[in-house]
């Protein structure tokens, strides 16, 4: 059997592009800690472990979810930036998540977490020349720069901030 070859630039990309604005790597990432800083602890607090459907996630579950998949997604970069070769293995969320304690840790443990876990992740790729930032990364079955590493990490906080938005704010108005 032959092996397909990578998709460059995945579909994705497109929607990680987009969530970001235009916004180079190290801007996405300064606005990301922003946003970090920026979120109502009290608001959320309210909410507690409410959840806006049956089987969906709470806000301390989507912030563990946050915090682990940046550190999968910043080792992926290290492994990638010293050209060391392996193809990182695929995860499963919902598996992590279920096995996850996030609901016994309170919201301001979980926040301050994300905080210093984006602080590292902002050091890290500051340590990334512009050759190592242009890297092609290579994973199962697609293919981006390193740089597009960075900007998944801030996308994907600003997806789960726009869920928070639209589906779990409106919680604290029950």
Known sequence: MEKTAPKENPAFLTYVYQLNAG???HEALALSLKAIDGIDVA???RIGHRTYAAGKW?????LQHLIDWERIWCFRAVIFARSEGTIPVAHDQ???GAHSNADELSIEQLLEELRIVRQST???FRSFNAQILETRCRFFEYEMPLFAIGLTITAHQIHHLNVIQERYLPLDQE
Do not use: A, D, P, Y
């Open 23 to 25: 916004n180079e790597l």
């Open 43 to 45: 608001q959320f607090n």
């Open 58 to 62: 709470t806000l301390h579950k989507i």
């Open 94 to 96: 919902e598996v992590m």
């Open 122 to 124: 902002i050091l890290l």
